[in-house]
Nanobody
Framework: QVQLVESGGGLVQPGGSLRLSCAAS????????MGWYRQAPGKQRELVAG???????NYADSAKGRFTISRDNAKNTVYLQMNSLKPEDTAVYYC?????????WGQGTQVTVSS
């Protein structure tokens, strides 16, 4: 059983920053990929950023230059530092963990960018 617990969402003004965290627990093997997706109202869920256990990263074009994904393998935790936030970044952000045996999702955390 794998569980993902997210934290760090909230309300922020345009141009502000937020840091999301996601801690994974359970039967986690070292070879895995962790990442963040988001889903805005009326839109499909989309990849924001991903990071492998070796530290390789990939970003959606909308996130490049503003968001940074990182992880602490010892803590099985992934982070998403979001800077220069825009109203269009408003969404529910989901943490994900991809293992050889399957994919797992967190419950989601709301990020609202508004003045």
């Amino acid at each position: 059983q794998v569980q993902l617990v997210e934290s760090g969402g909230g309300l922020v003004q345009p141009g502000g920053s937020l840091r999301l965290s996601c801690a994974a627990s359970g039967s986690i093997f070292s070879i895995n990929v962790m990442g963040w997706y988001r889903q805005a109202p009326g839109k499909q869920r989309e990849l924001v950023a991903g990071i492998s256990d070796g530290g390789s990263t990939n970003y959606a074009d909308s996130a490049k230059g503003r968001f940074t994904i990182s992880r602490d393998n010892a803590k099985n935790t992934v982070y998403l530092q979001m800077n220069s936030l825009k109203p269009e970044d408003t969404a529910v952000y989901y943490c994900t963990l991809a293992l050889v045996g399957g994919d797992y999702w967190g419950q989601g955390t709301q990020v609202t960018v508004s003045s």
